[in-house]
């Protein structure tokens, strides 16, 4: 009886519907807007530029597309956490892509922003574990905290309320995204409004765990395995890397020659050796 009470609490029918409908809404569909047209204005910054051209050295020329997706990220991060049209477009200008394959690719991932978002991005996980965990009791104290409903902004434009799919970090639910950057987990009902405060003044909030003396994602034994970490990671020097590996292969041909030169012309005089010996004893 007990879990099919907390089922019930969790997998709340009208708010599913709502949240998916909403969802979908601003996934498939452009809205107009005057911050968001055709003749809005975007261009990269010059440092973004220089990420940007060392990015594409990764990729060979007729495949520059495949930066699509890191291109976007830095278009949204650039504008305020926000995915406008003109973007967009400028990231088909610069990847020499067709400007619908561009809107195809942003229009299918939730995490880019073509409507507005508030400064502050709430973006709390309302997938199973957390919803077990009490993802819903976080979620109506940030209502309650904000004045807002889940996917609506603050009229003073500060905080927009999202529920979204799995963030990846179960262990240690419930917990938020906050701008598509920082995650905080093992959060409470009792301290959210507190944290919301703090994001409101511009506080720095550390990331991670919000219960007192726990770290990453230890249980309360704290660390019980890898407990020596005194080995440091070794950086592998990639380019003595490849000349090593070219080395090795140009020995690997040189012995392949030779074996193919000794199969060549020993062969025979070994073959022809041996029909002679043979001639010989008949």
Not at 163 to 178: D, K, R
Not at 263 to 270: E, S
Request: glycine fraction near 4%; charged fraction near 25%.
């Amino acid at each position: 009886m007990m879990l099919l009470s907390i089922a019930r609490k969790a997998f709340c029918p009208s708010s599913f519907v709502k949240m998916t409908s909403c969802h979908f809404a601003k996934l498939v569909t452009h809205h107009e807007t005057p911050e968001n047209n055709d003749d809005t204005y975007f261009e990269f910054t010059p440092e973004n530029y220089k990420v940007i051209d060392s990015l594409l050295k990764r990729y060979p020329g007729n495949y520059k597309r495949s930066a699509v997706l890191y291109l976007l990220h830095l278009a949204q991060k650039q504008n305020g956490n926000f995915l406008t049209l003109a973007a967009m477009n400028k990231v088909a200008k610069v990847l020499e892509m067709p400007n619908l394959n561009v809107y195809e690719v942003a229009s299918f991932y939730s995490m880019f922003n073509r409507e507005k978002v508030g400064k502050v991005q709430l973006q709390i996980c309302g997938t199973t574990p957390c919803l077990l965990c009490g993802a819903r009791d976080i979620m109506k104290a940030c209502e309650d905290h904000l004045g807002v409903r889940m996917g609506q902004t603050t009229k003073d434009g500060m905080f927009t309320l999202e529920e979204v799919e799995c963030l990846g970090a179960c262990a240690n639910a419930p917990m938020m995204q906050v701008n598509n950057e920082k995650v905080y987990e093992d959060l409470t009902p009792e301290i959210m409004p507190t944290l919301l405060d703090k994001f409101r003044n511009g506080e720095e909030v550390q990331p991670g765990p919000q219960t007192k003396g726990r770290k990453n994602a230890e249980g309360p034994l704290g660390r019980t395995t890898l407990s020596d970490l005194s080995r440091k990671n070794i950086d592998r020097d990639f380019d003595k890397a490849v000349s090593e590996w070219k080395e090795a292969m140009e020995k690997n041909k040189k012995c392949v020659y030779v074996s193919s030169a000794i199969t060549r012309y020993i062969t025979p005089c070994c073959i022809c050796l041996l029909y002679t010996s043979d001639a010989a004893d008949e």
